[in-house]
């Protein structure tokens, strides 16, 4: 019996070959059902490894990503992508988890590998009986088991070559879409217009999508045209021409406002050079190592066909390894090309600086003059009042004085109790505006104090080398207590965390907490002003929430320390 498995390990180890093909190819343009089918065949090897050869293998696969859950706009949200239906997010979700699960390149690995090793092993099987087959369990767990031998460097290199590939696949398409706004230019010079706008707009999304899969390259245009208003006749002028309704004027504006973009130009002249610098940098390094792999495999043939050339498997992995061992200089290389035509120029960035600075001078203007009819709202209500109403009880106390002491004495008792909560409105009033901690003990001590009077159990890791200026420490310190109220109000957490560092001249806060998340600049005012209250100092809010939890934000500031720093305890709190 035992020959006879060896056997039918040896022909089950033929299978690898074809299907290998087959899930390279799938892997590479993410056809996930094409993936989970031929993942039967490893789970096959890992219950004959156990009942035939008496090793037990457990399956390594990391668990299904959950369905995508709606965001509260209705709208479904993944890898930053918004869709309007569960389908397309479902698919991209599985479609990351298979190529980023690393027992699904080891199960490649398998396929390509075990045709050689698997029949060799089967076939020494049928030869010594069960010695055999438990070598053959052996060899399978070592690839197919738990534990991965496989080093994660290799595993993130093969996945960049392949992603190399994709990216190749749309240079290809934007050469196509290239070609068209060409044939679109032609069309605009007899008067249709239409064409070329939705081709330009098209691009332009296509090309943000590239500039997001390079990574770190911002958007270049310009803002879009303000729509068309009509003089005081009601009529629609367009350099000396005159319409009606406002159809053709808008169409006109947005054909002048993409024309006069010099970033319209430089999409155009990447989308027509990029396909070239992709094949040499990206294609060429993917057809090698695919040709090595194969090479590889060609080595099985000297099983029953001695013709075939010994020296090409030894060749084969020493140009696979090669291209794996250059390929992240080769991806550098073609990302700095990418950015050289599709990142902002200097004039682009020092126009969205100057914009940027006007709306956050805008932002600071309308928060301190909000900050301002508070304090004066406070005051009113409050301490102003019962000052008020103090005055007139002590002109009543004077009165009574002589009349009827003993009235007198309880309106002196009522005066003393109602300055005593006037200054305690008062006190708060100023710890609202400017904290005396914060003051004078800096930003990681206030944060404690935070902490402290939060309904949440919070910890603080804060070590600051030095005092922040007064106003960027005064922001970060009111955008903290806000994140942390709203996470104590609406997120149902029960732990959060406050982390402060700086380095490279940049405040780092991120702020965590284990409630439900959902949390969304676009669904309420608080977030948002916390990232106006940033945006005043150049600062950035990261929101990271996704449907149950956790939440993770992010703040940076760039800023500078002053002096040295006061600080009672740097440990975590």
Known sequence: MARLRGLGLAALALLGLPLAAVDLVALVFGVTPVVLAIRRLPRVARELA??????????????????????????????????????????????????????????????VVNPLVGTVLGLVAAVVGVPGLRWHGQWTRALLGARRPWPNWVRDRVMLVLDGAQLTALALVGLLLAVLQVAAGVLTLAGLAGPLIALVENSRTFVNQYRQRVGGIDEPYRPAPPPPR?????????????????????RMARLYGLAGDPATGRDLLWMLLNPLVAMVLLAAPCAAMLVGFGQLTTTVTLLWRHTQQWWLGPVGLATALAVLVVAPTLRSWHDRWTAVLLAPTKAARLAKRVERLTETRADAVDTQAAELRRIERDLHDGAQGRLVAMGMALRTVERLLDVDPETARRLIVEVRENTATALTEIRELVHGIHPPVLAERGLADAIRVVALDSPLDVEVAADLPGRLDPPVESAAYFAVRELLTNAAKHSDADKARVDVSHCDGLLRIVVYDDGHGGADTAGGTGLLGVRRRLGTFDGVLDVRSPAGGPTTLTMEIPCVLSSRRTSTCSDPA
């Open 50 to 111: 156990g009942e035939w050869c008496g090793v037990e293998i457990a399956e390594p696969y990391t668990a299904a990503p959950l369905p995508p859950r709606p965001r509260h706009d209705g709208m479904y949200e993944v890898r930053r992508r918004l869709y309007r239906r569960p389908q397309v997010p479902a698919y991209r979700q599985q479609s990351h988890w298979l190529a980023s699960d690393g027992a699904t390149w080891l199960d490649l690995l398998w396929l």
């Open 230 to 250: 009509p003089e005081a006749d009601g009529l629609y002028r367009v350099r000396r021409r005159v319409y009606r309704s406002a159809t053709v004027p808008a």
